[in-house]
């Protein structure tokens, strides 16, 4: 379901749920759903995070709602049952430890008690952990005292008490429930706000309520696994002249600052100073100047702007600054004649997103939305009218929220009656079954005619080519080409057969049509290019063309890639055959095809990784896996998943044109560097040592406080850049490790300046699947059914699967979370009997079966089954900085987990684990639907098979590499790969 909602209360007193998807065709829910109280209680006003709903009604009691998530809201409950063990006695004395208590023994817990807050429900009975590593087979650890810092999981002659882990599991499941928060002084409330979304910790948000006493309060303890909150914390009055004002009617928040508004019965307005994460209720209020010094009865609050509605009807706007370091509003700028009126009348209620966006509540009691909002433009143009798709009809609204809302764009549907029901009717007519038939049926002739065709000797056949000169194929381009760190001019002329580039003192050149593999964008700052790689042969044969725009620069790789493409056609069978997908450092997708038609046998034949060619896919991408059927799936940096169009095909989609849409976040880090000189101390400089210059981004040289962007796909977010951190960073070495000295000792120093950017596009083939922020995603290889397995790992931790994905249905259905009892940092799927396997951040490896029938809600972690094996020679390598670059890979019984630079070989089957095997810059390893197991570092190999040595006195062996396809210096440019 979509992350994003508008919410709104009717006249009646029901809070209504819009949602508002950037993209309608990537999700099931559009209509408008209504959520009343089951007791029958009447809501006055109401807001919202992306994952709660808060209300309060008519009598003052404040309503929670907890939408339902792919990721349960789950606890673990744990209790140690403790024993001592003399004789037959299996108790404890009176001045041990309690027999069930909490870990430090010095709370006494009582098994039977299953009392549990509001909305929880227990979601299974007390049973024992059990981990192979810490406990023995029922799960005891064993010492000499209760206060032993040592714990022995086998029991020996002087152990003389014992202890179990006793753990059970909560689950909120009151989904979509309206339910009254813990209140334990019975407070009464009158106005909510909420924001701070992009100033606290993820799950977490600033809740401020305005209490029948005049007071306002904040909700401390609001987190993922606890969503209610636990208490109500203060905050000071307001203290205008000396004295303290308890007449705020009204407050509000903005929803991605730290920035909390109130207004007094008088029309006053103050900005409460100082609230952060640290220190979540501020230091002062202060008064904030209202439009020509009238009286305010409204005000909402965004990122930029602030709008307001006076005592006379009339909307007002205004810009705002922030301080980018403490990441609130200064209200500096803000003055009585700096505000632009908008309207005169007509607007009863406001509501503004994250990024601007306002909603309202006409006096007519319609639902409107402020349309033309552009950067140049915060004011927009006018109130329009949005369409209701509610039940019933024509209904009047007293309250909304749409501070949970993202988009930077306002949907064309909400406005528009009939733009929503074309884009599905054209999303039908695209799954159809018999249009689904027909391109399969024409695909499969198109491979039996190419089949044929390179099955006839050249000289039996004419190309129409030879048969005219020419001359209308015959393409001249002006740009520059990278001799050494020069440009230098040149003339490129594209023929049917070649490409001649000349130039000015320089040797002519001719490459020809059939040596060209690959071509790679790039951009560069300083000086600013736009890049294209040109590859010709491996992958340190290359030739790079600069241009100073992107627009020549575009057209010159379609052409190129229309010459990769011909040859591919001529070459292959089946774009979907043995392939590679991977990730360029600047985040370019390409498709390698890595089988081609043998001269001799006629038949495919395996190509190397840096011979293969390859074609560019439009996106921007951290990783990408690749699947059976074609499917294959990618994950931004942002955390964002998507999944390849199924009408995709990188032979001919040249031809289509696609309107998904896509969007990313990053945050471009630029890093400021000076060396230390005699009698000056630390200065700037000119030129570069050590491959380091004054100003870096993205580890190359670049203008101090650079506004050039990649493409014109991206957009600035912040105005400008701001310091992370004001305290520089000190080094012996200018290209060495960077610390914090208070004494600023060291050669060189650098600090950091950051500076966000959104990426943008209507016209990808990567349809976008709603889903938590996700780390990476893996792919079934092979597909026994019509449905393929995909399962994600998200940032925090957590597994699901998505159901329903099939060739048709390329982004499936919905998600299945498969619990588990610990954060996970890596998971492995294995296609051979249906395995996931997966492994925490110290290094217990588990697994468990999927069936294509599991499509509940959660798969229980009960079915996880541990790897009952000594991997100590893997776990010792383990370190907190390395945890993260845990990476299991495998087929069969065979599992390989790369830690860091390091390979291992685990036999499950026999129980071997391989001594450690080093490479040159491990980065990555996977395996492809052959069995093959792929290792990327500086060079990408394809292991085909494995030497392995058994130690006869020992349960483990030696690796060594016997069969290999390898592809010299491929992995430099590359930080993501994926095979079929």
Same mark, same amino acid.
């Given at each position: 379901?979509?992350?994003?909602?508008?919410?709104?209360?009717?006249?009646?007193?029901?809070?209504c749920?819009?949602?508002?998807?950037?993209?309608?065709?990537?999700?099931?829910?559009?209509d408008?759903?209504?959520?009343?109280?089951?007791?029958?209680?009447?809501?006055?006003?109401?807001?919202?995070?992306?994952?709660?709903?808060?209300?309060?009604?008519?009598?003052?009691?404040?309503?929670?709602?907890?939408?339902?998530?792919?990721?349960?809201?789950?606890?673990?409950?744990?209790?140690?049952?403790?024993?001592?063990?003399?004789?037959?006695?299996?108790?404890?004395?009176?001045?041990d430890?309690?027999? !069930?208590?909490?870990?430090?023994?010095?709370?006494?817990?009582?098994?039977?008690?299953?009392?549990?807050?509001?909305?929880?429900?227990?979601?299974?009975?007390?049973?024992?952990?059990?981990?192979p590593?810490?406990?023995?087979?029922?799960?005891?650890?064993?010492?000499?005292?209760?206060?032993?810092?040592?714990?022995?999981?086998?029991?020996?002659?002087?152990h003389?008490?014992r202890?179990?882990?006793?753990?059970r599991?909560?689950?909120?499941?009151?989904?979509?429930?309206?339910?009254?928060?813990t209140?334990?002084?019975?407070?009464?409330?009158?106005?909510?706000?909420?924001?701070?979304?992009?100033?606290?910790s993820?799950?977490?948000?600033?809740?401020?309520?305005?209490?029948?006493?005049?007071?306002? !309060?904040?909700?401390?303890?609001?987190?993922?696994?606890?969503?209610?909150?636990?208490?109500?914390?203060?905050?000071?009055k307001?203290?205008?002249?000396?004295?303290?004002?308890?007449?705020?009617?009204?407050?509000?928040?903005?929803p991605?600052?730290?920035?909390?508004?109130?207004?007094?019965?008088?029309?006053?307005?103050?900005?409460?100073?100082?609230?952060?994460?640290?220190?979540?209720?501020?230091?002062?209020?202060?008064?904030?100047?209202?439009?020509?010094?009238k009286?305010?009865?409204?005000?909402?609050?965004?990122?930029?702007?602030?709008?307001?509605?006076t005592?006379?009807?009339?909307?007002?706007?205004?810009?705002?600054?922030?301080?980018?370091?403490?990441?609130?509003?200064?209200?500096?700028?803000?003055?009585?004649?700096?505000?632009?009126?908008?309207?005169?009348?007509?607007?009863?209620?406001?509501?503004?997103?994250k990024?601007?966006?306002?909603?309202?509540?006409?006096?007519?009691?319609?639902?409107?939305?402020?349309?033309?909002i552009?950067?140049n433009?915060?004011s927009?143009?006018?109130? &329009?009218?949005?369409?209701?798709?509610?039940?019933?009809?024509?209904?009047?609204?007293?309250?909304?929220?749409?501070? @949970?809302?993202?988009?930077?764009?306002?949907?064309?549907?909400?406005?528009?009656?009939?733009?929503?029901?074309?884009?599905?009717?054209?999303?039908l007519?695209?799954?159809?079954?018999?249009?689904?038939?027909?391109?399969?049926?024409?695909?499969?002739?198109t491979?039996?005619?190419?089949?044929?065709?390179?099955?006839?000797?050249?000289?039996?056949?004419?190309?129409?080519?030879?048969?005219?000169?020419g001359?209308? @194929?015959?393409?001249?381009?002006?740009?520059?080409?990278?001799?050494?760190?020069?440009?230098?001019?040149?003339?490129?002329?594209?023929?049917?057969?070649?490409?001649?580039?000349?130039?000015?003192?320089?040797?002519?050149?001719?490459?020809?049509?059939?040596?060209?593999?690959?071509?790679?964008?790039?951009?560069?700052?300083?000086?600013?290019?736009?890049?294209?790689?040109?590859?010709?042969?491996?992958?340190?044969?290359?030739?790079?063309?600069?241009?100073?725009?992107?627009?020549?620069r575009?057209?010159?790789q379609?052409?190129?890639?229309?010459?990769?493409?011909?040859?591919?056609?001529?070459?292959t069978?089946?774009?979907?055959?043995?392939?590679m997908?991977?990730v360029?450092?600047?985040?370019?997708?390409?498709?390698?095809?890595?089988?081609?038609?043998?001269?001799?046998?006629?038949?495919?034949?395996?190509?190397?990784?840096?011979?293969?060619?390859?074609?560019?896919?439009?996106?921007?991408? &951290?990783?990408?896996?690749?699947?059976?059927?074609?499917?294959?799936?990618?994950?931004?940096?942002?955390? @964002?998943?998507?999944?390849?169009?199924s009408r995709?095909?990188?032979?001919s989609?040249?031809?289509?044109?696609?309107?998904?849409?896509?969007?990313?976040?990053?945050?471009?880090k630029?890093?400021?560097h000076?060396?230390?000189?005699?009698?000056?101390?630390?200065?700037?400089?000119?030129?570069?040592?050590?491959?380091?210059?004054?100003?870096?981004?993205?580890?190359?040289?670049?203008?101090?406080?650079?506004?050039?962007l990649?493409?014109?796909?991206?957009?600035?977010?912040?105005?400008?850049?701001?310091?992370?951190?004001?305290?520089?960073?000190?080094?012996?070495?200018?290209?060495?490790?960077?610390?914090?000295n208070?004494?600023?000792?060291?050669?060189?120093?650098?600090?950091?300046?950051?500076?966000?950017?959104?990426?943008?596009?209507?016209?990808s083939?990567?349809?976008?699947?709603?889903?938590?922020?996700?780390?990476?995603?893996?792919?079934?290889k092979?597909?026994s059914?019509?449905?393929?397995?995909?399962?994600?790992?998200?940032?925090?931790g957590h597994?699901?699967?998505?159901?329903?994905?099939?060739?048709?249905?390329?982004?499936?259905?919905?998600?299945?979370?498969?619990?588990?009892?610990?954060?996970?940092?890596?998971?492995? !799927?294995?296609s051979?009997?249906?395995?996931?396997?997966?492994?925490?951040?110290?290094?217990?490896? @588990?697994?468990?079966?999927?069936?294509?029938?599991?499509?509940?809600?959660?798969?229980?972690?009960?079915?996880?089954?541990?790897?009952?094996?000594?991997?100590?020679?893997?776990?010792?390598?383990?370190?907190?900085?390395?945890?993260?670059?845990?990476?299991?890979?495998?087929?069969?019984?065979?599992?390989?987990?790369?830690?860091?630079?390091?390979?291992?070989r685990?036999?499950?089957?026999?129980?071997?684990?391989?001594?450690?095997y080093?490479?040159?810059?491990?980065?990555?390893?996977?395996?492809?639907?052959?069995?093959?197991?792929?290792?990327?570092?500086t060079?990408?190999?394809?292991?085909?098979?494995?030497?392995?040595?058994?130690?006869?006195?020992?349960?483990?062996?030696i690796?060594?590499?016997?069969?290999?396809?390898?592809?010299?210096?491929?992995?430099?440019?590359?930080k993501?790969?994926?095979?079929?």
């Amino acid at each position: 379901m979509p992350s994003e909602y508008i919410w709104t209360v009717s006249a009646n007193g029901v809070p209504c749920r819009i949602p508002a998807p950037s993209d309608p065709r990537c999700t099931s829910e559009t209509d408008w759903q209504e959520l009343p109280c089951s007791d029958g209680s009447s809501i006055c006003t109401i807001v919202a995070s992306p994952t709660t709903a808060f209300a309060i009604d008519r009598t003052g009691r404040l309503l929670i709602l907890v939408m339902p998530t792919h990721i349960a809201i789950r606890e673990r409950v744990e209790i140690y049952n403790n024993q001592r063990w003399i004789g037959i006695w299996r108790g404890t004395f009176f001045i041990d430890r309690p027999r !069930y208590s909490d870990e430090s023994g010095q709370i006494a817990k009582d098994i039977s008690l299953n009392e549990i807050s509001s909305g929880w429900s227990w979601e299974d009975k007390w049973v024992t952990h059990l981990d192979p590593r810490k406990y023995d087979k029922e799960g005891w650890q064993y010492s000499l005292s209760f206060l032993a810092p040592k714990w022995d999981k086998q029991c020996r002659l002087y152990h003389l008490v014992r202890r179990r882990v006793l753990k059970r599991h909560m689950r909120y499941t009151s989904h979509d429930q309206w339910i009254e928060m813990t209140n334990e002084e019975s407070r009464l409330f009158t106005e909510l706000a909420i924001g701070g979304l992009d100033v606290m910790s993820e799950g977490e948000c600033l809740l401020f309520a305005l209490g029948s006493d005049g007071n306002i !309060y904040r909700r401390d303890g609001i987190k993922t696994n606890c969503p209610g909150g636990t208490e109500w914390e203060i905050i000071p009055k307001i203290t205008f002249k000396d004295s303290d004002s308890d007449d705020v009617t009204l407050i509000s928040a903005s929803p991605s600052l730290a920035t909390l508004l109130a207004i007094t019965w008088d029309g006053k307005i103050f900005h409460r100073k100082g609230i952060t994460r640290k220190s979540p209720i501020g230091l002062t209020w202060q008064s904030i100047p209202t439009p020509k010094n009238k009286a305010v009865i409204c005000a909402a609050i965004g990122t930029k702007t602030m709008w307001c509605i006076t005592a006379d009807g009339c909307v007002w706007f205004t810009r705002l600054e922030i301080d980018e370091k403490l990441k609130e509003h200064t209200m500096k700028n803000i003055s009585s004649e700096g505000y632009q009126m908008v309207t005169q009348g007509g607007v009863s209620r406001l509501s503004v997103s994250k990024n601007d966006k306002v909603f309202c509540i006409s006096t007519r009691e319609k639902i409107e939305i402020r349309s033309g909002i552009e950067n140049n433009e915060p004011s927009g143009k006018r109130f &329009e009218g949005i369409v209701d798709r509610g039940e019933p009809k024509d209904q009047r609204w007293i309250s909304i929220h749409c501070g @949970s809302v993202n988009f930077s764009q306002v949907p064309e549907y909400f406005t528009s009656s009939s733009s929503l029901q074309s884009k599905m009717e054209v999303l039908l007519f695209r799954k159809a079954d018999w249009r689904l038939k027909i391109l399969q049926q024409l695909q499969e002739s198109t491979n039996r005619s190419w089949s044929a065709m390179n099955g006839i000797k050249g000289d039996d056949l004419e190309s129409p080519d030879d048969n005219n000169d020419g001359s209308n @194929s015959i393409k001249h381009i002006r740009c520059q080409i990278m001799q050494g760190d020069v440009f230098k001019s040149v003339n490129v002329t594209i023929t049917t057969k070649t490409i001649e580039i000349t130039g000015e003192q320089m040797t002519p050149k001719s490459i020809e049509n059939s040596k060209i593999k690959s071509v790679l964008p790039s951009f560069q700052r300083l000086p600013q290019k736009y890049l294209l790689y040109f590859f010709t042969g491996s992958h340190s044969e290359f030739e790079c063309f600069a241009f100073t725009d992107e627009k020549s620069r575009c057209t010159f790789q379609i052409d190129i890639e229309n010459i990769i493409r011909n040859f591919i056609c001529c070459s292959t069978r089946n774009s979907f055959g043995e392939s590679m997908w991977s990730v360029s450092i600047g985040g370019v997708v390409r498709w390698h095809c890595l089988a081609e038609m043998s001269q001799e046998s006629k038949f495919e034949k395996r190509v190397n990784p840096g011979e293969s060619r390859a074609l560019t896919v439009e996106g921007i991408f &951290e990783n990408i896996d690749c699947g059976a059927k074609g499917s294959v799936w990618a994950v931004n940096e942002s955390g @964002s998943l998507y999944a390849l169009s199924s009408r995709y095909n990188p032979l001919s989609s040249h031809d289509e044109t696609y309107d998904f849409k896509m969007t990313n976040e990053r945050t471009f880090k630029m890093y400021e560097h000076q060396k230390h000189a005699v009698f000056r101390g630390f200065i700037s400089f000119q030129g570069s040592q050590k491959g380091v210059s004054a100003w870096m981004c993205d580890g190359r040289p670049c203008p101090p406080s650079f506004s050039s962007l990649p493409s014109t796909n991206w957009s600035w977010i912040d105005s400008s850049w701001h310091l992370e951190d004001e305290e520089w960073k000190y080094s012996s070495e200018i290209d060495g490790t960077y610390d914090y000295n208070e004494r600023g000792q060291g050669r060189a120093r650098r600090r950091l300046w950051t500076r966000r950017a959104r990426y943008d596009s209507s016209k990808s083939p990567w349809c976008h699947v709603e889903a938590p922020p996700i780390n990476y995603i893996r792919l079934a290889k092979q597909a026994s059914t019509e449905t393929i397995i995909v399962v994600a790992l998200t940032k925090d931790g957590h597994i699901l699967r998505r159901n329903g994905v099939t060739r048709e249905s390329f982004t499936g259905t919905n998600w299945t979370e498969i619990l588990t009892d610990s954060p996970i940092s890596c998971i492995h !799927y294995q296609s051979e009997g249906m395995k996931l396997w997966c492994a925490t951040s110290d290094g217990m490896i @588990s697994s468990r079966n999927l069936q294509v029938s599991d499509n509940s809600s959660f798969l229980s972690s009960s079915d996880w089954r541990h790897l009952d094996m000594d991997l100590s020679a893997l776990t010792q390598n383990l370190s907190k900085k390395s945890t993260m670059n845990l990476e299991l890979t495998g087929v069969s019984d065979i599992l390989y987990a790369r830690v860091g630079f390091i390979l291992f070989r685990i036999d499950t089957k026999n129980e071997t684990i391989s001594d450690a095997y080093p490479m040159d810059n491990l980065q990555q390893a996977v395996v492809n639907a052959q069995g093959s197991i792929c290792v990327r570092g500086t060079n990408i190999t394809i292991v085909r098979d494995w030497r392995v040595v058994p130690y006869t006195d020992r349960k483990a062996t030696i690796i060594a590499m016997r069969n290999v396809d390898r592809a010299t210096n491929m992995g430099r440019g590359l930080k993501n790969i994926a095979l079929f």
